[in-house]
């Protein structure tokens, strides 16, 4: 299934502009989040899907992970970047919706549900393929972390390393290999390395990265009242299988769905799209 790449629009919250994509116009709303080394891109397929099921989407990137500017000394963590969700959310979708998180993104879904309060509410949430507890960084990112704390790590990160770097995950994370496509890695790689400033949030954000965030807020997760959706491709190697079933026993309303595919699923199938579908009207 072929998508429309949408332009991004930009929004300005808490001193960052936000980047975002969004498709439909009315619905009811949804919001989608990214994690490394994504950004709303991952998102095309599903976006399209939902929007024509009647669902008005939207997937802000996070600052460092894509093409969201900001500060300098803003706050990188998973707790800053779900402060700035949680804006987004009150400001822009001004209604409540349906919280989706994929990888780093369900971290900050998992934050936003348990420590924030909300203006307009979260109607429901659905957790895929996400980091929950202690199960990040994994072994990869470990290193990204670790050349980010180099003297030269702007040497380090060219857009050739990254762009090696997001070819080995994508290859890794996909079983439809014709999906590395040239236009998708120069998007994500821009978004990251694209402009000394974009690389600088980047590096800002490796640094930040602590699973005491998550080991945190998975743990409240049974404080969660509202339905949720624990969603898995089965042939993830980044979160396998189990931590998706610790997710889905700590939540006190979650229906669990197994799928078929890798860690980066929404770039490609419906079965996402079409499970929240289905699970939303039941």
Known sequence: ??????????????????????????????????????????????????????????????????????????????????????????????????????????????????????????????FTNCVGFDSWPVEKIKLLIGAAYKKNYAQIFSSEFIDSFIRKGLSAGLFNASLNTNELLGDLCGGLVGARERMEHFVLFLKSMDNKYTQEASHKLKTFGQPALVIWADGDKFQPVSVGKKLRDILPDATWKLIEGGHFHPLESDALAEAIVQWDNS
């Open 1 to 126: 299934m072929k998508t429309k790449n949408l332009e991004r629009q930009w929004v300005t919250l808490d001193a960052c502009n936000v980047a975002y994509r969004q498709w439909g116009t009315t619905g009811k709303p949804i919001v989608l989040l990214h994690g490394i080394p994504m950004n709303s891109s991952l998102w095309e397929r599903t976006g399209s899907k939902l929007s024509t099921d009647g669902y008005l989407v939207y997937a802000p990137e996070m600052l460092g992970l894509g093409y969201t500017e900001g500060p300098i000394d803003y706050d990188h963590s998973l707790n800053g970047q779900a402060r700035l969700v949680n804006l987004f959310i009150n400001k822009v979708v001004k209604d409540e919706c349906i919280l989706v998180g994929h990888d780093l993104g369900g971290g900050v879904a998992q934050i936003i549900v348990t420590g924030f309060s909300s203006q307009v509410g979260i109607r429901k949430c659905v």
